[in-house]
Structures are given as structure tokens and as C-alpha cells.
């Protein structure tokens, strides 16, 4: 192999023996770090909850887990004020419209046997979605169904 020396942007020297010595520990550990990615998207998607959550619907008919990730909530991301609900995401609190609120009704035609039952989790899980940044950037996220634990007991 010709040896040979090219400039690093940062001004260094560096040699085809150098270069060879930074691939041959960059790639696997680039490997290792997309491969335990790969496994926890695996993971989290065959989670025995998982069904539990895509088959969930909010009281407007539409699908929680068809237009955004479901969040549990630890109790004190959460509150009942009696007439309504409101949630904590990221230190600010998003008052809940009743058309949020996750359907409690059974499917009855059998397709989503988990439709309406109680969470295996047994917390609150609110499901929102961030478009864009501009919505990241203001913690506003879009905010589609939400399940208080109270009504899973």
C-alpha cells in the first residue's frame, strides 16, 4: 500500500495508516451503537403492551397510536380538576379537550380485542407528537389522546 499523506481539516497531517487505524475502531463501535438502536426499536415494538396502546382511539375516533407515540405518566405529570384534565410534558402543563380523551368503549366486532380495556401499564399515558421544530422549540406539541389512570382501574 503507497503511503500516502493528505491535510485534516483541523490542520494535521494524517497518513493512510492513520486513516486504516481510525476506521478499524470507528466502524464497530458505529456498529455496536446502531445495532443496541435497532434491538430497543425491536424491543419496544413487540412489548406485550404494545397492542395495547395501537389499538386505543380517542372519544372523536381517532387512532392515538396511528398519529402519535404514547407517553406513561408518572402521577405527578398529571391532574384531575374536577371539570377537566391537564398534562405535564417537558415542565409545562396542556389542559385536556374532552375530544382527547381515549374511548373507554369495547370494539365490538372483535378486530382490537384491546380497544376500550384497561392499561397493562397501569399509569396515565398521554399521546402527542412534536411536527416541527418550531413546535420543539416551544414545547407544543400536538396533542391527540389521553388515558388517566383512574379510568383503568
Known amino acids: ?15 493512510n495508516r492513520a486513516k486504516y487505524a481510525m476506521l478499524k475502531y470507528f466502524i464497530p463501535l458505529l456498529l455496536v451503537a446502531t445495532g443496541s438502536l435497532a434491538d430497543t426499536a425491536v424491543e419496544h415494538s413487540t412489548r ?3 397492542e395495547w396502546f395501537a389499538q386505543q382511539y380517542s372519544t372523536n375516533g381517532a387512532s392515538c397510536c396511528g ?3 404514547g407517553h406513561i405518566l408518572e402521577d405527578e405529570e398529571w ?18 379537550d374532552p375530544r382527547q380523551m381515549r374511548d373507554v368503549k369495547p370494539d365490538n366486532s372483535g ?5 376500550g380495556v384497561p392499561s397493562p401499564v397501569g399509569k396515565a399515558t398521554v399521546w402527542y407528537k412534536y411536527y ?3 413546535q420543539i422549540k416551544n414545547n407544543t ?9 383512574e379510568f383503568m382501574q
Not at 87 to 92: P, Q, T
Not at 111 to 115: I, W, Y
Open 132 to 134: 416541527n421544530d418550531i
Open 79 to 96: 391532574k384531575n380538576l374536577g371539570d377537566h384534565y391537564e398534562v405535564k410534558i417537558h415542565g409545562k402543563w396542556f389542559v385536556i
Open 141 to 149: 406539541p400536538a396533542l391527540y389522546c389521553f388515558s388517566p389512570y
Open 111 to 115: 378486530s382490537e380485542p384491546l380497544r
Open 48 to 50: 406485550p403492551e404494545h
Open 67 to 69: 398519529l402519535a407515540d
Open 1 to 15: 500500500m503507497k503511503r500516502q499523506t493528505i491535510v485534516h481539516p483541523s490542520g494535521e497531517m494524517v497518513t
